[in-house]
T-cell receptor
Framework: DSGVTQTPKHLITATGQRVTLRCSPR?????VYWYQQSLDQGLQFLIQYYNGEERAKGNILERFSAQQFPDLHSELNLSSLELGDSALYFC??????????FGPGTRLTVL | GEDVEQSLFLSVREGDSSVINCTYTDSSSTYLYWYKQEPGAGLQLLTY?????DMKQDQRLTVLLNKKDKHLSLRIADTQTGDSAIYFC?????????????FGQGTTLQVKP
């Protein structure tokens, strides 16, 4: 158990819908990262937050957004969902940008 | 741009050693990592190596880093069936002040009894 929690574990929704994925980092970790794992793209970095502020952006679509709250948990919002957004979404956390510990992931299926 | 490459599949017999190889392109990477993913599970950190090291050993795991050739390997001694999983090599983005990880495609390790 890495200490990073993610909810929900599974999410099934329809095209055009909006969903929110939640992540709680390890106690004391200020950085939260979001990654997407899909069969065709592999593991791709989406976005990083540090202590509530956006720190880095990767291959994140404009339909996707994220935020980190004062209690350091983070949410990833995915809107206008398409079939191609079906993937495993991982959250990771670290303290001061070093070793990242990953959560169990949220499997999103868009029908 | 940054890129990390791994072979896709490795099959070994139980008790043998496994060697998983990885090449990367970002010479400014400070840390390189190995993660393990079992079916239906998340990414488990196995080990990491700092870029100024050549080797790191941790129980059955040995990581070798050839910085000149930008080549990283993970050796698993006495491989067990429980080691069957996908192994990802990752480099920490050396540019800027982010912790972004760039992952390889993953190597599926099959351990035959």
């Amino acid at each position: 158990d890495s200490g990073v929690t993610q909810t929900p574990k599974h999410l099934i929704t329809a095209t055009g819908q909006r969903v929110t994925l939640r992540c709680s980092p390890r106690s004391g970790d200020l950085s939260v990262y979001w990654y997407q794992q899909s069969l065709d793209q592999g593991l791709q970095f989406l976005i990083q937050y540090y202590n509530g502020e956006e720190r880095a952006k990767g291959n994140i679509l404009e339909r996707f957004s994220a935020q980190q709250f004062p209690d350091l948990h983070s949410e990833l919002n995915l809107s206008s969902l398409e079939l191609g957004d079906s993937a495993l979404y991982f959250c990771a956390s670290s303290s001061q940008g070093d070793t990242q510990y990953f959560g169990p992931g949220t499997r999103l299926t868009v029908l | 741009g940054e890129d990390v490459e791994q072979s896709l599949f490795l099959s070994v017999r139980e008790g043998d050693s496994s060697v998983i190889n990885c090449t990367y392109t970002d010479s400014s990477s400070t840390y390189l990592y190995w993660y393990k993913q079992e079916p239906g599970a998340g990414l488990q950190l196995l080990t990491y190596i700092f870029s100024n090291m050549d080797m790191k050993q941790d129980q059955r795991l040995t990581v070798l880093l050839n910085k000149k050739d930008k080549h990283l390997s993970l050796r698993i001694a006495d491989t067990q069936t429980g080691d069957s999983a996908i192994y990802f090599c990752a480099e920490k983005d050396g540019s800027g002040n982010t912790g972004k990880l760039i992952f390889g495609q993953g190597t599926t390790l099959q351990v035959k009894p």
